[in-house]
């Protein structure tokens, strides 16, 4: 079995049961554990039933803790926990967190991050209200290893709750959603199957694989905290650049999404607006780190993607700021 599948895994439909719970809240966890307590109690301060919601903890062989017992504790019986064999990479595991879900709505928490809440109430009424949305999502919260605020996230979206007006084409351009913030029907797994190629930005072409196929409800509601921290897959990948290269790959996926007629002109707004996002990181990386591999390997990856001015100028000025540096 590829770690990193080269084609969306296919996600089985389940057997004919009787009953089903309208929720899966599966959380995939790896090495996490100092943070995993928060998660775990932002879904059960829902108070939404047993019958109604399968909550379940799905370990891809963490080695940080004990997690099975911090299930045990916190969950006291309301929790599932399952543990794959060896460690199985995230795409693997995702797989396994959706073919594991029971409800009709899954919602892929990861054990770092949090719902605010109201979430599934919010997200539940989006869902009754466009029966032909195959996904829906909301704003978000950035916070930080100690459970501070950092911003919410900025976007331009609508300020109002419905489906969102050709999503696919603004999805396509700028990536803003993450995986606390989004619940996806079960059935639009089964048919589009699971996240693929890549394991940074594997959730972007998977939003876009779903804004094809149906429409995607919104709300402009903050509901869900995104953990930003560099011990996170990503986190190690900023330092490296290598999410710049994955993203590039992300870019051409997103393509056979696209009508023919906006590929070209999505294409360019996207290599723009993510170069800029780049070169944002590669300032915070000096700020924090001083090091300039890390700068220059960031760097070489940006001017790959796209060059105006602006990245030209700010680009000399981390430059500029490493060679006045002492070492």
């Not at 932002?42 to 940080?64: C, F, G, H, T, W």
């Not at 509901?223 to 590039?248: C, M, N, P, Q, W």
Request: aromatic share 10%; with cysteine.
């Amino acid at each position: 079995m590829e770690r990193i599948p080269s084609s969306p895994p296919v996600i089985k439909p389940l057997p004919p049961i009787t009953k089903r719970p309208l929720w899966s809240v599966m959380i995939p966890v790896y090495n996490c554990a100092e943070f995993l307590k928060y998660t775990l109690e932002s879904v059960l301060a829902q108070n939404i039933p047993q019958e109604q919601m399968q909550i379940e903890v799905v370990d891809d062989a963490s080695i940080d803790a004990d997690v099975a017992n911090i299930v045990r504790v916190i969950g006291k019986g309301r929790i599932g926990y399952f543990r794959q064999q060896q460690n199985m990479g995230s795409l693997r595991n995702f797989e396994t967190c959706i073919n594991r879900a029971q409800g009709h709505f899954v919602h892929i928490l990861h054990g770092d991050d949090r719902v605010k809440p109201g979430y599934y109430q919010a997200i539940q009424r989006l869902f009754e209200a466009h029966p032909e949305a195959g996904a829906a999502f909301c704003r978000y919260h950035h916070i930080d290893e100690n459970n501070n605020l950092l911003r919410p996230h900025i976007t331009n979206d609508v300020e109002k709750s419905g489906l969102f007006k050709d999503f696919l084409l603004h999805i396509a351009e700028r990536q803003h959603i993450q995986y606390a913030t989004i619940t996806v029907k079960r059935e639009v797994y089964e048919k589009l199957g699971s996240f693929y190629a890549v394991t940074y930005g594997e959730d972007w072409e998977m939003w876009a694989r779903i804004a094809k196929h149906y429409p995607v409800a919104y709300t402009s509601a903050i509901l869900a905290e995104y953990r930003k921290h560099t011990s996170s897959i990503s986190g190690v990948k900023f330092l490296t650049g290598e999410y710049l290269a994955d993203t590039a790959y992300v870019f051409q996926l997103i393509q056979q999404h696209l009508p023919p007629e906006h590929r070209q002109q999505i294409l360019k707004k996207a290599k723009k607006n993510f170069a800029h996002y780049g070169l944002g990181v590669t300032q915070v990386l000096w700020k924090k780190y001083r090091n300039k591999d890390y700068v220059l390997a960031n760097l070489r990856q940006i001017f790959k993607m796209h060059i105006d001015t602006t990245i030209c100028l700010k680009a000399a000025k981390i430059v500029a700021k490493m060679t006045i540096s002492r070492p």
